[in-house]
């Protein structure tokens, strides 16, 4: 049976409410969620029953029971005013009440705990903070390959925003996978049904995400984003609907997405061949995975000699923060030489995670995915340039040596670098490009 209310549709109403208390008697399977305890206890303080919080609201008996039981866990903006209103509360109070209906994907428990220095992205921070300023982009794509740190940036730039201008940060976790198969990660806050369904991109999450979000003053995270979420059909329903708000997503593939929305992450700069041994702690790279380092071990103090190595470790590790991490935790038990020298000789050693890593067990294993949904004219340019030459090449030379014409070539190198895939010099007012180490560490692994 479909019941339409004032202002909240309810699937299978729920049966009278028992004496005792919400969620008891016939209605078996349903439990009172944060908000619907809170409604009660709001109900309840002001000495108002059931009858008579639906008359005052104009909400019907049945729709404010099955809010509180919890059978209808997310009520739109418009039942929520019109409870506060009845109920009497206040600007701050009627805050609340909107926060806590909002499912704990949405909440600032759902953003992903980071700890560390966060260094070398000081232009990228304040790119981004005036893309997504006042009158400015209300949507923008951060891109790049796993690791390089578009999640840290976007939280960043997004707590940012909070701070210097009061806007609302709604985070929407996509990235991981136990989630979209319906499996919530042990400890992660309770994320229900909808959420799920605005993953899959079903048409009633959509439908329910953009209630939720319709008056909000904020930005909206769409982390870890992937080409089945239909990104671009997804942020266009919100945008078009949601007049306040602005969208920040993350994603290893962009498909699909606007090219004026792009913004891609390189990874951190790296030292080069003559950086005098006293620059190199600041130079980003090598600053970060020393940071890292002495966290593990807050001896650690490195001599000219083991700063050089630190460095090797950095370019061959490309500067990605993810893979300086494990690289930093394998300094437990190997020296930054030993390191180094692994790299050389078994990197895959050193970028796959300690066992103890239950997270993410496997490293860099989008990567492969990236290679995989690659065309067969942009894997064998990669194959082609990395393996005739170990230095960088411009967009005239790969085309010359790949038999193609330069607009050909020029869009692959588009999309590559896009994708992260490959590092961007320039060199006498000319672009060169080199394919990231990791890439290739990442065919080995397929390979093996």
């Given at each position: 049976?479909?019941?339409?209310?004032?202002?909240?549709?309810?699937?299978?109403?729920?049966p009278?409410?028992?004496?005792?208390?919400?969620?008891?008697?016939g209605?078996e399977?349903v439990?009172?969620?944060?908000?619907?305890?809170?409604?009660?206890?709001l109900?309840?303080?002001?000495?108002?029953?059931?009858?008579?919080?639906?008359?005052?609201?104009?909400?019907?008996?049945?729709?404010?029971?099955?809010?509180?039981?919890?059978?209808?866990?997310?009520?739109?903006?418009?039942?929520l005013?019109?409870?506060s209103?009845?109920?009497?509360?206040?600007?701050?109070?009627?805050?609340?009440?909107a926060?806590?209906?909002?499912?704990?994907?949405?909440?600032?428990?759902?953003?992903?705990?980071?700890?560390g220095p966060?260094?070398?992205?000081?232009?990228?921070?304040?790119?981004l903070?005036?893309?997504?300023?006042?009158?400015?982009?209300?949507?923008?794509?951060?891109?790049?390959?796993?690791?390089v740190?578009?999640?840290?940036?976007?939280?960043?730039?997004?707590?940012?925003?909070?701070?210097?201008?009061?806007l609302?940060?709604?985070?929407?976790?996509?990235?991981?996978?136990?989630?979209?198969?319906?499996?919530?990660?042990?400890?992660?806050p309770?994320?229900?049904?909808?959420?799920?369904?605005v993953?899959?991109?079903?048409?009633?999450?959509?439908?329910?995400?953009?209630?939720?979000?319709?008056?909000?003053d904020?930005?909206?995270?769409?982390?870890?984003?992937?080409?089945?979420?239909?990104?671009?059909?997804?942020?266009?329903?919100?945008?078009a609907?949601?007049?306040?708000?602005?969208?920040?997503v993350?994603?290893?593939?962009?498909?699909?997405?606007?090219?004026?929305?792009l913004?891609?992450?390189?990874?951190?700069?790296?030292?080069?061949?003559?950086?005098?041994?006293?620059?190199?702690?600041?130079?980003?790279?090598?600053?970060?995975?020393?940071?890292?380092m002495?966290r593990?071990?807050?001896?650690?103090?490195?001599?000219?000699?083991?700063?050089?190595?630190?460095?090797?470790?950095?370019?061959?590790?490309?500067?990605?923060?993810?893979?300086?991490?494990?690289?930093?935790h394998w300094?437990?038990?190997?020296?930054p030489r030993?390191?180094?020298?692994?790299?050389?000789?078994?990197?895959?050693s050193?970028?796959?995670r300690?066992?103890?890593?239950?997270r993410r067990?496997?490293?860099?294993?989008?990567?492969?995915?990236t290679?995989?949904?690659?065309?067969?004219r942009?894997?064998?340019?990669?194959?082609?340039?990395?393996?005739e030459?170990?230095?960088?090449?411009?967009?005239?030379?790969?085309?010359?040596?790949?038999?193609?014409?330069?607009?050909?070539?020029?869009?692959?190198?588009?999309?590559?670098?896009?994708?992260?895939?490959?590092?961007?010099?320039?060199?006498?007012?000319?672009?060169?490009?080199?394919?990231?180490?990791?890439?290739?560490?990442?065919?080995l692994?397929?390979?093996?």
């Amino acid at each position: 049976m479909r019941l339409r209310n004032h202002d909240v549709v309810l699937e299978n109403p729920s049966p009278p409410e028992s004496s005792a208390g919400v969620g008891s008697g016939g209605d078996e399977g349903v439990r009172a969620t944060a908000f619907g305890r809170r409604l009660r206890d709001l109900r309840l303080r002001t000495g108002l029953s059931q009858k008579q919080l639906a008359t005052s609201s104009t909400l019907s008996v049945r729709a404010i029971r099955d809010l509180e039981n919890g059978r209808v866990r997310q009520p739109r903006m418009d039942t929520l005013r019109l409870l506060s209103a009845a109920l009497g509360l206040g600007v701050p109070e009627m805050d609340r009440l909107a926060n806590d209906h909002l499912p704990g994907a949405l909440t600032r428990e759902a953003e992903p705990a980071v700890g560390g220095p966060f260094l070398g992205r000081e232009q990228e921070v304040a790119a981004l903070t005036a893309m997504l300023g006042p009158k400015r982009h209300r949507l923008v794509t951060i891109t790049g390959i796993e690791g390089v740190g578009k999640t840290r940036l976007a939280l960043e730039v997004a707590s940012g925003l909070e701070t210097s201008e009061g806007l609302t940060v709604v985070w929407l976790p996509l990235d991981d996978d136990r989630f979209r198969g319906g499996n919530t990660p042990v400890g992660a806050p309770d994320r229900p049904a909808w959420l799920r369904e605005v993953v899959r991109s079903g048409l009633d999450g959509r439908r329910r995400l953009v209630e939720t979000s319709a008056e909000v003053d904020g930005i909206l995270v769409l982390d870890g984003a992937r080409p089945e979420d239909e990104l671009e059909a997804l942020t266009t329903n919100i945008l078009a609907a949601c007049p306040l708000l602005r969208i920040l997503v993350t994603t290893r593939d962009p498909v699909g997405m606007p090219l004026d929305t792009l913004f891609p992450l390189a990874p951190l700069p790296l030292p080069s061949a003559d950086t005098p041994t006293a620059d190199l702690d600041q130079v980003p790279s090598v600053a970060l995975l020393l940071a890292r380092m002495k966290r593990i071990q807050p001896a650690f103090r490195p001599d000219p000699r083991t700063l050089a190595d630190v460095a090797d470790i950095c370019r061959a590790l490309d500067g990605i923060p993810a893979a300086l991490e494990v690289a930093a935790h394998w300094s437990l038990i190997y020296s930054p030489r030993q390191l180094a020298h692994q790299l050389d000789t078994e990197p895959l050693s050193v970028v796959r995670r300690p066992h103890g890593d239950h997270r993410r067990p496997e490293a860099f294993a989008s990567v492969h995915r990236t290679i995989a949904a690659l065309s067969r004219r942009q894997r064998d340019l990669l194959t082609t340039m990395s393996s005739e030459t170990d230095d960088y090449w411009s967009v005239p030379e790969a085309a010359n040596r790949m038999g193609m014409t330069a607009a050909e070539c020029a869009d692959d190198v588009y999309h590559l670098l896009i994708l992260g895939v490959l590092r961007r010099v320039d060199h006498h007012d000319v672009a060169t490009f080199r394919m990231l180490n990791i890439v290739g560490i990442a065919w080995l692994t397929a390979a093996a």
